[in-house]
């Protein structure tokens, strides 16, 4: 770095040095002093979003997918503010993210220019930091530390909202405020905090004293990359294990300990496995109100392993044991406690094992689980079911909120990090977005993109962004023409009253044709899985509109139901 050089050009190097590739944004007149930083950099690539929240999820989900931070760009007000709901998503979802606004001149924020917020005050209620940079001196301390906000502890969004002069005029002693190759906080900014040797020591002998333990493992797990770990753990114990929604993808659901996700809707299997629970170890599992029914599951000790020491106990605190650890090292040195008594453990836990294996083989053999044709459009348990077994074991599934999400149980996880979902906020218009930092992150991998038609109209303009990308991604809309999950919910809640859930015929084909990516409209199961499974094997993404049978319920699928233990 030599000459003149601006405050935007200053940050666009702290964030090389700092490992950012990519930056998702929609660039505004605040914004050119970094944008045109990036347009100079031979390692960050700027992507263009049509909406700012689009680019805040694009942020979220590259962040998700190589844990490091996505990074997304806006400029002031109107902005700033469309970021919001994406930034949200990833605060829920512990995703990390730099957040990066652009305001007006540091002498007229907070008085009545164009476009004038307080971005600061907006931002601080959903990230883990946010903050003003109205000095040019401040401005390599700050992204620094927001960058350290993003990755340390529970990961998430940090915020920074530049002042337009900041970034726009000179920094004096540039060349010695940015280092030299790779910010050296990138190699300690990942560790992690390991238990205590005698909590560790009690956790493994309440393990070993239970009955019946269940190892329920949530969205910590896939960031701390625990999967192993625990899997090695369960089958020590000869435990089942079952995930949080949000700890989908930790480990395989072919493995034959696990017994997939227990959240508010579903599933029969995994509820099942929970009533016959004496003892829980909760991992990177924070009891929220999805996972737990609002707090309404009876659930009995619990022992918590968690990152942040604010969320043991927080909700089951009277039966709770908390260690303050990070999930995967803690998973394996409890394995390492216990590994000598695999026999032992086997003999007393074998037959349990046998009842829940066979309990998961008559789910997927229910009745409602593979429903027979349907004259209205396809059944989305079939669509489900069928692009399973026709995609490769590594295929990245993205269902976006509402139904897609519940329906996406029947999509057995054959590698772990192979999905990816908006949980805590329950943000729709994710999956497309999504999909596109999925493409960045690894052009060479197949993702399927499973979007309701509701989803889809808030984020349908970014089907443009996505042919600009590429990739093998298939995006599959379930077509109910309206909001499916709360019509539904209307319809058994409300006595079949309905209001404000539907629309008029939309041919998302057609749109998307227009858009330049190539679509088509399919009312075949096999013609589907066909044609999905030549696009995820290809170079070029494409759309699928399914129309689909409204009258399948996802709030009364059979197989979604709790379980209910039989009397007497």
């Known amino acids: ?286 009891l929220n109100a999805v996972s737990t029914g609002r707090w309404r599951m009876d659930l009995p000790q619990v022992i918590q392993i968690d990152l942040d020491p604010a969320m043991l106990g927080r909700y089951y605190g009277r039966r709770t044991i908390g260690v303050v650890a990070d999930a995967k090292a803690t998973l394996e040195e409890l394995h390492t406690l216990l590994a000598g008594r695999a026999d032992e453990f086997s003999a007393r836990r074998s037959a349990w094992i046998a009842e829940l294996e066979q309990a998961e083989e008559l789910w997927w053999q229910e009745p409602g689980a593979v429903a027979p044709a349907h004259t209205d459009g396809l059944s989305p348990a079939d669509v489900v079911l069928r692009l399973r077994s026709s995609a490769p074991d590594e295929t990245l599934l993205i269902p976006d909120a509402g139904n897609p999400g519940v329906w996406s149980y029947l999509w057995q996880i054959r590698q772990p990090g192979s999905y990816i979902k908006p949980v805590g906020f329950g943000n729709m218009g994710f999956a497309v977005p999504a999909a596109v930092a999925a493409a960045v992150a690894a052009p060479e991998r197949p993702v399927v993109a499973l979007v309701g038609d509701g989803s889809l109209g808030m984020s349908l303009a970014e089907l443009e962004t996505l042919v600009r990308v590429g990739g093998r991604v298939a995006v599959v809309v379930l077509n109910d023409a309206g909001y499916g999950n709360i019509r539904q919910e209307q319809i058994v809640h409300y006595d079949n009253r309905t209001i404000g859930v539907d629309f008029g015929p939309s041919d998302y084909a057609q749109v998307a044709r227009g858009l330049g990516l190539p679509a088509e409209r399919t009312t075949g199961l096999e013609e589907l899985a066909k044609h999905v499974a030549e696009t995820l094997e290809g170079r070029t993404p494409a759309l699928f509109d399914v129309p689909i049978d409204r009258s399948v319920n996802a709030w009364t699928y059979p197989a979604f139901r709790p379980y209910e233990p039989e009397e007497g």
Request: proline share 6%.
């Open 1 to 286: 770095m030599s000459g003149s050089v601006t405050g935007g050009e200053l940050v666009v190097r702290m964030l090389e040095s700092l490992g950012v590739r990519t930056v998702f944004g929609v660039p505004g007149g605040q914004t050119l002093s970094i944008t045109d930083a990036i347009l100079a950099s031979s390692v960050i690539e700027f992507i263009t979003a049509r909406h700012e929240n689009a680019a805040a999820v694009m942020a979220d989900a590259y962040g998700r997918l190589t844990g490091t931070p996505g990074v997304c760009l806006a400029t002031t007000g109107p902005g700033a503010t469309n970021l919001l709901t994406g930034v949200g998503g990833a605060v829920r979802d512990s995703s990390p993210m730099l957040v990066l606004t652009c305001n007006n001149a540091g002498e007229n924020i907070h008085r009545d220019d164009a476009q004038n917020a307080d971005h600061v005050e907006l931002f601080r209620p959903l990230t883990k930091f946010s903050r003003l940079v109205a000095h040019p001196s401040a401005l390599c301390q700050a992204v620094e530390e927001a960058y350290l906000n993003a990755m340390s502890g529970n990961p998430g969004p940090a915020h920074l909202d530049f002042a337009r002069d900041t970034i726009e005029g000179p920094v004096a002693d540039a060349d010695a405020a940015v280092p030299e190759g790779e910010h050296p906080m990138r190699r300690w900014v990942v560790q992690r905090p390991r238990a205590d040797v005698r909590a560790l020591a009690d956790v493994a002998g309440r393990l070993a004293r239970a009955e019946r333990p269940v190892l329920w493992l949530g969205n910590g797990c896939n960031r701390s990359g625990a999967g192993g770990a625990a899997l090695a753990l369960a089958e020590t114990l000869r435990i089942p294990v079952i995930t949080t929604f949000n700890g989908i993808g930790t480990v395989p659901t072919t493995h034959p300990l696990v017994f997939g996700a227990l959240s508010r809707m579903g599933t029969r299997l995994s509820s099942r496995v929970m009533a016959d629970a004496d003892l829980v170890l909760a991992v990177g599992n924070s």
